[in-house]
């Protein structure tokens, strides 16, 4: 009796993936699909372009399947991909370049302390939020933030310090309880 | 919270995944256009292949083979351009080339001369049919 999608591991999926495996390939968008589309709204992209590129990023991922060696996670992998295909979306745009005002948004933590990642990202510039979402969520090295981004090294690393510096600023009042999920409607 | 213990806090919050009332929905997106491009790559690679053969097989139709103890020759026939006849020649012997090298080109001469004109047409013409789908899915895989 063949073993249940479920009870796979990501790289046994992705190795019958690779060899054309829709099911199995289904079974990984189940899995890491809302990572990924959470991921890219984080990075500050809208929920539809998010979906679109998340979804763009999984069509690629089933193409280059056979790439996958399970050295690191699937989903760290996915979610590199689809950083870089947002990235490369909104570099036509030369959209992260400029600095955009930051909102003045509400404490990103809650009367019972719990914390709302999402909410506090709001309050970083869109070069900030990317750099820090494509370092702590993508997993990307900041040369690696530097060449997809076609930015300066420095000027990622300073981007990412203040965006730590702002996120800290925000998550600081109040109990933190860093284990509560956020829920996106 | 210290500076050095929030970089680690940083990353296991954006390790929690978010919950998408939609879920379902964008599988489903994902898996539909999963199976149109391949629905598409299906089409594109039986066109491909089809013109292919069709194209192998007109410019074989205009070769005339001549088989004897003098070797393999092939002449062009009448109606078919100068160019794909010599390509059809061409490939010929380059088959026939590659059958010497290998110490075949005696036997399969043989083996060759004992069938009949059409046997020979139709054994030739679904060789480069299949080297032509061979090549074609290469190619794809490739892109």
């Known amino acids: ?185 | 919270m210290s500076a050095d213990e929030f970089d680690p806090a940083i990353e296991r919050l954006f390790a929690q995944t978010p919950h998408f009332a939609d879920s379902a929905f964008f599988e489903a997106d994902v898996a539909a256009r999963l199976n149109k491009a391949s629905r598409v790559r299906s089409i594109a690679l039986s066109a491909a292949g089809l013109a292919g053969g069709l194209i192998a097989v007109r410019e074989l139709l205009g070769v005339d083979f001549q088989l004897g103890p003098d070797g393999f020759t092939a002449h062009a026939g009448g109606g078919v351009d100068s160019a794909g006849a010599q390509a059809g020649i061409q490939g010929g012997l380059a088959v026939q080339s590659l059958l010497e090298r290998s110490g075949l080109g005696d036997a399969a001469l043989s083996a060759m001369g004992s069938m009949g004109g059409m046997q020979m047409f139709w054994a030739t013409a679904g060789v480069l049919v299949a080297l032509l789908a061979a090549g074609v899915v290469k190619l794809s895989q490739q892109i």
């Not at chain 1, 249940?4 to 899995?31: N, S, T």
């Not at chain 1, 193409?63 to 690191?72: I, M, V």
């Not at chain 1, 060449?147 to 925000?170: C, E, F, I, Q, Y």
């Open chain 1, 1 to 185: 009796m063949a073993q249940p999608l479920r009870d796979m591991h990501d790289v046994e999926l992705a190795g019958l993936a690779a060899g054309g495996g829709r099911r199995e390939f289904g079974e990984l968008v189940r899995r890491h699909g809302s990572a990924v589309r959470g991921l890219l709204r984080r990075m500050g992209a809208q929920p539809a372009l998010a979906d679109d590129v998340a979804q763009d990023a999984f069509l690629l991922a089933f193409e280059k399947c056979a790439e996958f060696r399970g050295e690191g996670t699937f989903a760290a992998w996915i979610k590199r991909i689809a950083a870089r295909l947002y990235l490369k979306r909104i570099s036509k745009e030369a959209r992260y370049v400029a600095e955009t005002e930051t909102e003045d948004a509400a404490p990103a933590v809650d009367s019972i302390g719990r914390v709302d990642l999402d909410e506090a990202l709001r309050g970083l510039s869109e070069a900030e939020r990317l750099c820090v979402s494509l370092c702590h969520g993508a997993g990307l090295s900041h040369p690696e933030i530097a060449a997809a981004m076609n930015l300066p090294l420095g000027t990622v690393k300073s981007h990412v310090k203040r965006g730590l510096d702002k996120l800290r600023a925000r998550l600081q009042p109040g109990p933190v309880a860093i284990g509560s999920a956020s829920h996106v409607g």
